[in-house]
C-alpha cells in the first residue's frame, strides 16, 4: 500500500439537516412557515456544529488515523470562498446561465430535491384517456367529419399546461371508429399496436378507417381540450412506446424531463400553473385555483373533462 493524507470532511448543507431543524420546531408547536430563512439557517449550522464534534471523537475512539486537527467542513468561510471563486471561473467561461426547467419539489418544506433524495410512497393514480380535436381534420377524414387525437396520462392534473402531443416514428397509426357503446361512431386517431388493449377499455370493437404517416400527424393542430381557444402541436420523440396508453403522449414542459426536451426543440413555452405549496395558481382558472394537484386538483380536472 501507499502512505496517504487523509484530511476528514463533512458536508453540512441539504435537507436532511434542515429537516430536523424543522421537525424539532414543530414538536415545540412552532408553525415553520413563520420561521424565516435566516433563522432555519442559524440553527441549521448549530446543528451541524455539534455532529461534527459528536462524529469526531466517535472517528477518533474507533482508531480512525486522520488529519482530525485540520478537517474540511463545506460550512466554513474558507471552503464557501474556494466555491465560490470556483463559480465565479465558470461564470466568466460563459458556463452559468439562468435557465427554467422541470425539477423534483417537495411541496411540505418548500425545496427542490435531488434524484437520490426522492422517496415514493405507493398511491393509486387516477388515468385518462383524453380526446384532442383535430382542427384540420379534413386532412383524415371528410370533411364534415370529426376526428380527435386519443391521449392517455397517469396525471390529469398536468393536462392545462399541456402545450403538445408526442408519437414515435417506429409506430403505425390509424384512424380507427369505435364500432358501439357510449362512443359510437366516434372517430380517433391511435398507434395500431394499441387497437386490442384500448377496444377492450371502451368496451367495443374498433374499425380501422385508414392509415395515417408520420408526416400527416405532424402537419396537425389539435384543441386542448380544456381551453378549446388553445392549440397542441405534434411532435415525434423517443420515449414514446406502445406499451401502454394510446401511443399518442400528452406533453407539458413544465411537467417531466422527456417533456421539457421536446418544449426546448419546438421552442413551446414553459407554462407555470403550480405554486411552491403544489396548488394550482389564479392563472390555471377559477375551477382550479388554489387546489392542491395530487388530491383534489386532480380531480377537478377529471371534472372539467366531462
Known amino acids: 500500500g501507499y502512505h496517504v493524507h487523509f484530511r476528514p470532511g463533512w458536508d453540512c448543507h441539504g435537507l436532511p439537516i434542515e429537516f430536523k431543524v424543522l421537525q424539532s420546531l414543530t414538536e415545540k408547536g412552532q408553525n415553520v412557515k413563520d420561521v424565516s430563512p435566516l433563522v432555519v439557517r442559524i440553527k441549521s449550522q448549530r446543528y451541524a456544529k455539534k455532529w461534527v464534534k459528536k462524529q469526531k471523537a466517535a472517528f477518533q475512539r474507533w482508531g480512525v488515523m486522520a488529519d482530525w ?3 474540511y467542513i463545506t460550512m466554513e468561510e474558507e471552503y464557501v470562498a474556494n466555491q465560490l471563486g470556483i463559480f465565479y471561473s465558470m461564470y466568466s ?3 452559468i446561465y439562468r435557465g427554467l426547467k422541470p425539477i423534483y419539489w417537495s411541496p411540505s418544506s418548500h425545496t427542490a430535491l435531488a434524484e437520490a433524495e426522492l422517496e415514493y410512497q405507493d398511491l393509486t393514480s387516477p388515468s385518462v384517456y383524453v380526446k384532442f380535436p383535430v382542427l384540420n381534420s379534413s386532412t383524415l377524414v371528410a370533411e364534415e367529419e370529426k376526428v380527435s387525437l386519443l391521449v392517455w396520462t397517469t396525471t390529469p392534473w398536468t393536462l392545462p399546461a399541456n402545450e403538445a402531443i408526442c408519437f414515435s416514428k417506429d409506430l403505425s397509426y390509424c384512424v380507427v371508429r369505435v364500432d358501439g357503446g357510449d362512443h359510437a361512431g366516434e372517430k380517433v386517431v391511435i398507434a ?4 386490442e388493449d ?3 377499455v371502451l368496451g367495443s370493437a ?3 378507417e385508414r392509415e395515417v404517416s408520420a408526416e400527416e400527424l405532424l ?3 389539435c384543441s386542448h381540450p380544456l381551453n378549446p381557444a388553445k392549440k397542441s402541436v405534434l411532435a415525434s420523440a423517443l420515449h414514446v412506446t406502445a406499451d401502454s396508453g394510446s401511443g ?7 411537467h417531466g424531463h422527456d417533456d421539457y426536451l421536446v418544449g426546448l426543440e419546438l421552442g413551446l413555452p414553459l407554462v407555470e400553473l403550480v405554486d411552491d405549496d403544489g396548488c394550482f395558481v389564479d392563472e390555471a382558472g377559477p375551477e382550479l385555483a388554489g387546489k392542491f394537484v ?3 386538483g386532480n380531480q377537478a380536472v377529471l371534472k372539467l373533462l366531462h
Open 294 to 296: 395530487l388530491k383534489e
Open 192 to 195: 395500431r399496436d394499441r387497437m
Open 219 to 221: 402537419s396537425l393542430e
Open 69 to 71: 486537527s485540520n478537517p
Open 93 to 95: 467561461q460563459g458556463l
Open 206 to 208: 374498433l374499425v380501422v
Open 248 to 254: 399518442l403522449v400528452h406533453t407539458a414542459p413544465s
Open 198 to 200: 384500448l377496444s377492450k
